[in-house]
């Protein structure tokens, strides 16, 4: 009789998709459901990635329960004897959140490019500027397409109004 160590199972992994897409859902109930010309509104969408995240957490509760063991992609390899970047998950989760913090006082365009640098940056990017030009006119881009069908994401910038 062999005794195999017993992994711990990340359940709290599941849990935590499961309330974030919670969060989305019952947020997407603050929001407009109907919208413009196609008749969709923003709330719509934050509703249709709530109920996405709790799905994909309920497909991970249910491979966490059969065993399924999560090991590192090809990709990952190389590092895989590396214990995971605390630094790289903070800086990811900081670009997750800043627009909480940034959406009205900075306007929509640059609490995007803020989001984009901290999430690149995350992912290994080092080429700030470059970033910051990216997300901004990617911010810009979206502000744009938005009101153009009608959304309103609030001023572009916080400059006189604008």
Same mark, same amino acid.
């Given at each position: 009789m062999s005794a195999t160590p017993q992994r711990r199972r990340p359940w709290w992994l599941g849990l935590a998709v499961i309330a974030i897409g919670a969060v989305w859902v019952q947020q997407g109930y603050g929001l407009?459901?109907?919208?413009?010309?196609?008749?969709v509104g923003p709330g719509d969408f934050?509703?249709?990635?709530?109920?996405?995240?709790?799905a994909l957490g309920l497909a991970l509760l249910a491979q966490i329960a059969r065993?399924?063991?999560?090991?590192?992609?090809e990709a990952e390899s190389a590092?895989?004897?590396a214990p995971p970047s605390r630094k790289a =998950?903070?800086?990811?989760a900081a670009g997750a959140a800043?627009? %909480? !913090?940034?959406?009205r006082p900075l306007g929509f365009p640059l609490?995007?490019?803020l989001a984009?640098? =901290?999430?690149?940056?995350?992912?290994?990017?080092?080429?700030? %500027? !470059?970033?910051?030009?990216?997300?901004?006119?990617?911010g810009l881009l979206c502000w744009f397409g938005f009101s153009r069908l009608g959304v309103t994401l609030g001023g572009a910038l916080p400059l006189a109004g604008w």
């Open positions: 407009p459901k109907m919208g413009g010309y196609a008749g934050v509703m249709i990635v709530g109920l996405a995240l709790i065993g399924a063991s999560f090991e590192p992609q590092e895989a004897g =998950l903070a800086c990811a800043i627009p %909480l !913090l940034t959406m609490t995007a490019m984009f640098v =901290l999430v690149t940056h995350a992912f290994g990017s080092r080429r700030l %500027l !470059l970033d910051c030009v990216i997300g901004l006119a990617l």
